[in-house]
Antibody, heavy 116, light 106 residues
């Protein structure tokens, strides 16, 4: 079964750093783009950035460039999304998704809460 | 960036209704358009890819059409399980962009 399994919910304070993960299984992890998608409470979906685990080619959406870092470790079939300094506005659900002809397989989501 | 304008934002319907949701792209995207269904607290689910291809396991009452800049998702006969929020996504050019969503409610 093709799966993306994300790390668990996080509660952080403003200014703290964070790295969340997305582990793929059941397919060739290095052969398809992985996207990270943000959904703020009660809001729509936003694509933050994408990475091709085969060569770590990464692209960021302008709104997120410089605010987050996307990486991957192909040896353990895992993609990452990280922040150096969290803000309250980073409070959201974060999804990873595999892109074949579309984003067809999604992780279960990681809730990030940033509050003092 | 390519902007996706989705309408309506909310749609009131009843079981058995034919429902149509539209997405308009600000630039030509060929057929690189997908449709997703999302229920509260759940990850989005792919319904349609490449504008009109039905994802495996998705009921045939869902269909997609269009190319270029105008796209439509149709639910031929709305079922109780279909009350949800629907999003379009263009992945023709990066950054990939979603429509604002359409909430289908009773």
């Amino acid at each position: 079964e093709v799966q993306l399994v994300q790390s668990g919910a996080e509660v952080k304070k403003p200014g703290e750093s964070l790295k969340i993960s997305c582990k793929g299984s059941g397919y060739s992890f290095t052969s398809y783009w992985i996207a990270w998608v943000r959904q703020m409470p009660g809001k729509g979906l936003e694509c933050m950035g994408i990475i091709y685990p085969g060569d770590s080619n990464t692209r960021y959406s302008p709104s997120f460039q410089g605010r987050v870092t996307i990486s991957a470790d192909k040896s353990i079939s895992t993609a990452y999304l990280q922040w150096g300094s969290l803000e309250a506005s980073d409070t959201a659900m974060y999804y990873c998704a595999r892109r074949t002809s579309a984003m067809d397989v999604w992780g279960q989501g990681t809730t990030v809460t940033v509050s003092s | 960036d390519i902007q996706m304008t989705q309408s309506p934002s909310t749609l009131s319907a009843s079981v058995g209704d034919r429902v149509t949701i539209t997405c308009r792209a600000s630039q030509y995207i060929s057929s690189w358009l997908a449709w997703y269904q999302q229920k509260p607290g759940k990850a989005p689910k792919l319904l349609i890819f490449k504008a009109s291809s039905l994802e495996s396991g998705v009921p045939s009452r869902f269909s997609g059409s269009g190319s270029g800049t105008e796209f439509t998702l149709t639910i031929s006969s709305l079922q109780p399980d279909d009350f949800a929020t629907y999003y379009c996504l263009q992945d023709s050019a990066y950054p990939w962009t979603f429509g604002q969503g359409t909430k289908v409610e009773f």
